[in-house]
């Protein structure tokens, strides 16, 4: 039977919907605990959203006569895509440039820019469905592959246009949901 109310949209829940802290870093269990003080915000994200690509690939075997006997899985990427728009949040800045590329005092921030390898990080993002339902996306361990064009022009707000790749923790998960 076909219910209205399964069918939800995403919004981000109230204080940020996106949050990065140390691989290791004790994990959410559910969908409404409190996350470690570890996991930082990341502020504002703009109006695309959070985009999902977990799309598996797969490579098919043939008989001789060519039938199809069997596909094979090749690969299954699990990527996340998101645009930060909190230019001067120093807690994104640290995630896109790296901690010890960003530095804060009285205020006035300094960024290196280098092409250090960015380490793993744990993510979280956090979304309301339908009023009240909360949805929680826990990605125990994943890297930023992907910075896009840092676009400056008086009709647009700057912001880091990132892909991260989540990669599979010890028990061979990419990410974890929690619907509450």
């Known amino acids: 039977m076909s219910t209205a109310s399964n069918v939800t949209a995403a919004k981000p829940?109230?204080?940020g919907?996106?949050?990065?802290?140390?691989?290791g870093t004790s994990a959410p269990t559910?969908?409404?605990?409190?996350?470690?003080?570890?996991f930082k915000s990341l502020g504002y994200v703009s109006e695309d959203g959070l985009t999902n690509t977990n799309s598996p690939s797969s490579s098919d075997v043939k008989a001789w006569g060519g039938d199809i006997v069997m596909s094979l899985l090749t690969e299954k990427p699990d990527?996340?895509?998101?645009?930060?728009?909190?230019?001067?949040?120093?807690e994104v800045l640290k995630t896109v440039y790296g901690d010890e590329?960003?530095?804060?005092?009285?205020?006035?921030?300094?960024?290196?820019?280098?092409?250090?390898?960015?380490?793993?990080?744990s993510w979280c993002f956090?979304?309301?469905?339908?009023?009240?339902?909360?949805?929680?996306?826990?990605?125990?361990q994943a890297k930023i592959t992907s910075v896009g064009d840092i676009?400056?022009?008086?009709?647009?707000?700057?912001?880091?246009?990132?892909?991260?790749s989540a990669y599979p923790?010890?028990?061979?998960?990419?990410?974890y949901e929690y619907i509450d």
């Open 169 to 175: 923790d010890a028990s061979g998960n990419t990410h």
């Open 126 to 140: 956090e979304t309301v469905l339908n009023d009240s339902t909360v949805k929680r996306i826990y990605v125990p």
């Open 79 to 90: 990527k996340f895509k998101f645009k930060l728009i909190e230019n001067v949040n120093v």
């Open 13 to 15: 829940k109230v204080g």
């Open 151 to 164: 676009v400056y022009k008086d009709d647009e707000a700057i912001g880091y246009d990132l892909e991260i």
């Open 30 to 38: 559910d969908a409404t605990t409190t996350l470690n003080v570890a």
């Open 101 to 121: 590329n960003v530095t804060e005092e009285d205020g006035a921030i300094k960024i290196t820019a280098s092409a250090k390898d960015l380490p793993l990080k």
């Open 17 to 23: 919907g996106v949050y990065v802290a140390p691989t």
